[in-house]
């Protein structure tokens, strides 16, 4: 198993997300503490951590249209 940025870098990865990459569908990190709130709060702490500023996304719509793999 490998660390919480790991996990979470390759889950995206699985859907052609880049974290901090610079297509326009790719997932920016604001807060490093990001990786082990997706891990603890799925998808309810993934939207909460946006709210809160920690990620950020040029096109939202184009990054939740991304078949993304748990794992």
């Not at 889950?11 to 880049?18: D, P, Q």
């Amino acid at each position: 198993m490998g660390s919480s940025k790991e996990i979470v870098t390759n889950m995206f990865a699985s859907g052609g997300i880049t974290v901090n990459g610079n297509n326009p569908w790719d997932l920016q990190v604001r807060n490093p503490k990001l990786y082990d709130r997706v891990l603890a709060g799925g998808s309810l702490g993934f939207g909460e951590a946006y709210m809160e500023g920690w990620w950020d996304c040029e096109a939202l719509d184009e990054f939740f249209s991304r078949p993304v793999s748990p794992g």
